[in-house]
């Protein structure tokens, strides 16, 4: 699938259709197989126990595969996620940012699929597994 829009582009698109999440997530790599994206975890991503909570991680593979979307589709901010499921395996180890492996499995007509692997920064077993998909906007 080619990519339409750069990391370089997508972070400016972002901070232009979701303002509220400026300075939470960071690209490591986009390209036509896999998108890295990182949440700079900090203490407002934390839950009781010091460890980083279940709605942090969520929203990271929630960003992650609409970043991976519209890097193939364009900048359709008007997509939206229509289902998630998110297996929930291991505690992120506190103090370091969680990572999501993004990879599009389908992108058609009208729905994205992706799959996400969330990992602690420098550890080998991924903590979280998340199946999502896109609704896309309509072609005029």
């Excluded at 589709?73 to 103090?95: H, Q, W, Y």
Aim: net charge negative; aromatic share 6%.
């Amino acid at each position: 699938m080619t990519i339409k829009v750069t990391a370089e582009e997508m972070g400016p698109f972002l901070d232009e259709v979701f303002p509220q999440v400026r300075g939470m997530f960071g690209i490591d790599r986009l390209d036509e197989d896999l998108l890295v994206m990182r949440l700079f975890a900090n203490e407002r991503h934390l839950r009781p126990g010091g460890t980083v909570s279940g709605p942090a991680m969520f929203g990271l593979a929630d960003v992650a595969a609409y970043v991976a979307t519209m890097a193939r589709i364009g900048k359709e901010a008007l997509a939206v996620t229509t289902n998630c499921s998110i297996d929930f395996m291991r505690k992120p180890e506190a103090g370091r940012d969680v990572l999501a492996e993004c990879r599009v499995l389908k992108l058609g007509r009208v729905l994205s699929v992706c799959d996400v692997l969330l990992y602690s920064e420098g550890a080998p077993e991924p903590v979280a597994r998340a199946n999502l998909t896109y609704s896309l906007p309509p072609k005029p």
